[in-house]
């Protein structure tokens, strides 16, 4: 079946700018996760979805990040007044509960000028 | 809370011979752990996971962990390296004591070079 999958690719944005990220992930799986991963260095969590409970947002760096998920489906990244700083690859996962391991989609690369 | 650590940040090994790439960890509780790889300019890649049972596991691409509770590690080796495992890999950890979902904890990743 299909895997994660987001969009864009890569998205080049001028500072100050809002821009907003899109996660689909596999079909059934109720967890969805984002990551930040900036060059070279590992994976930095960001917030954590699952069923209809509260998202888990403790790895949010700012109040301009936020995110949203459709019941069991599409999430979107949102990151107001962009800095350089944002600039990275954000990863989206999915996980079923029973399996645990996170299937990842391609990522996200974002370039803050 | 629970922590994982990649103690080498690059690995170098000719092909043919066996390859190691360490992970250490802590939690509260009993563990699970995972080895994802990433390639250049993709996503990451799930290689295998510890939940219970057996102390070694085996995954994709003939890799293999050895889950050591004493020493709180979970290596990943493979008998013979290959050019094409040359990548990016990190270690990741859940804690079930802590209950807290899914809730990955990533390493900061290991990159292995495989030369001829």
């Known amino acids: 079946g299909a895997g994660v999958s987001q969009s864009p690719s890569n998205k080049v944005t001028e500072k100050g700018k809002d821009v907003e990220l899109r996660c689909d992930p596999i079909?059934?799986?109720?967890?969805l996760y984002w990551y930040r991963q900036r060059l070279g260095q590992g994976l930095e969590f960001l917030i954590y979805?699952?069923?209809?409970?509260?998202?888990?947002k403790s790895g949010l760096p700012s109040d301009r990040f936020s995110a949203e998920r459709t019941g069991e489906s599409v999430s979107t990244l949102t990151i107001q007044r962009t800095q350089q700083e944002d600039s990275a690859v954000y990863l989206c996962a999915s996980s079923q509960i029973v399996g645990n391991e996170q299937f990842f989609g391609p990522g996200t690369r974002l370039t803050v000028l | 809370a629970q922590s994982v650590a990649q103690p080498e940040d690059q690995v170098n090994v000719a092909e043919g011979n066996p390859l190691t790439v360490k992970c250490t960890y802590s939690v509260s509780g009993n563990p699970y752990l995972f080895w994802y790889v990433q390639y250049p300019n993709r996503g990451l890649q799930f290689l295998l996971k510890y939940i219970t049972g057996d102390n070694l596991v085996k995954g994709s691409y003939g890799f293999e962990a050895e889950f050591n509770k004493s020493q709180t590690s979970f290596h990943l080796k493979k008998p013979s390296a290959l050019v094409s495992d040359s990548a990016l890999y990190f270690c990741a950890v859940r804690d079930l004591f802590t209950g807290g979902g899914n809730k990955l904890t990533f390493g900061t990743g290991t990159q292995l070079k495989v030369e001829l």
């Open positions: 979805f699952q069923g209809n409970s509260a998202p888990d």
């Open positions: 079909s059934g799986h109720t967890a």
